[in-house]
Nanobody, 119 residues
Framework: QVHLVESGGGLVQAGGSLRLSCEAS????????MGWYRQAPGNQRELVAT???????NYAESVKGRFTISRDNAKNMVYLQMNSLKPDDTFVYYC?????????????WGQGTQVTVSS
């Protein structure tokens, strides 16, 4: 079982920056992918960025060049630096760990942190 806690969301003006943090605890495999997803109420959760245990990164096209994902394996933390924020970035952001349990990947989710970008 994995428990995730996000922090760092808030209200920011367009063009500003925020840094999201997520701390993972529990039975975290050395083989895992950590990431950030975002969701508006009633909508599908969408990928923002992921980073593997080996450091391979993947970004949604809408955030490339603006957001940077990173992780600290010793601390079991993942971060999302968000620059040049737009009102279209207004979502609840969720931390995710895709955890290898020996025969399959299991997904774990944080509680979400609100990011609101004003015009």
């Amino acid at each position: 079982q994995v428990h995730l806690v996000e922090s760092g969301g808030g209200l920011v003006q367009a063009g500003g920056s925020l840094r999201l943090s997520c701390e993972a605890s529990g039975s975290i495999s050395s083989i895992n992918i950590m990431g950030w997803y975002r969701q508006a109420p009633g909508n599908q959760r969408e990928l923002v960025a992921t980073i593997s245990n080996g450091g391979n990164k993947n970004y949604a096209e809408s955030v490339k060049g603006r957001f940077t994902i990173s992780r600290d394996n010793a601390k079991n933390m993942v971060y999302l630096q968000m620059n040049s924020l737009k009102p279209d970035d207004t979502f609840v952001y969720y931390c995710n760990v895709r955890n290898w349990n020996g025969y399959r990947y299991l997904d774990y989710w944080g509680q979400g942190t609100q990011v609101t970008v004003s015009s």
